[in-house]
């Protein structure tokens, strides 16, 4: 069993910036990579970023890229995602999820494990 607790999140003007981190606990030699999700309300889930513990592989959504920034400390069992340039289009609750798949995904039926999220809200 994989607990994931996401922090970081808060209200920040359009053009600011975050960092979310989401530490996790349990079985996590079980753990290859990680993500980032989002949904906003009356909205579906979104794949925002994904990394993979091995170094190599990050991936993105087409909507976050050149703005976010996906990172991992596998000793830490922690993955981040460093926000910037906030839209105000970001607004979501943000949660983690974790994998044993070795491969990054932004398909949310690859994860069986995930946070409770983290609300970010975007003001213009």
């Known amino acids: 069993q994989v607990q994931l607790v996401e922090s970081g999140g808060g209200s920040v003007q359009d053009g600011g910036s975050l960092r979310l981190s989401c530490v996790a606990s349990?079985?996590?030699?079980?753990?290859?990579?990680m993500a980032w999700f989002r949904q906003a309300p009356g909205k579906g889930r979104e794949g925002v970023a994904a990394v993979s513990f091995d170094g190599l592989d990050t991936i993105y959504a087409d909507s976050v890229k050149d703005r976010f920034t996906a990172s991992h400390d596998r000793a830490k069992n922690t993955v981040y995602l460093q926000m910037n340039s906030l839209k105000p289009e970001d607004t979501a609750m943000y949660s983690c999820?974790?994998?044993?798949?070795?491969?990054?995904?932004?398909?949310?039926?690859?994860?069986?494990?995930w946070g409770q999220g983290t609300q970010v809200t975007v003001s213009s």
């Open positions: 999820a974790a994998s044993g798949r070795v491969w990054p995904s932004l398909n949310a039926d690859n994860f069986h494990y």
């Open positions: 349990g079985s996590t030699s079980t753990i290859y990579s």
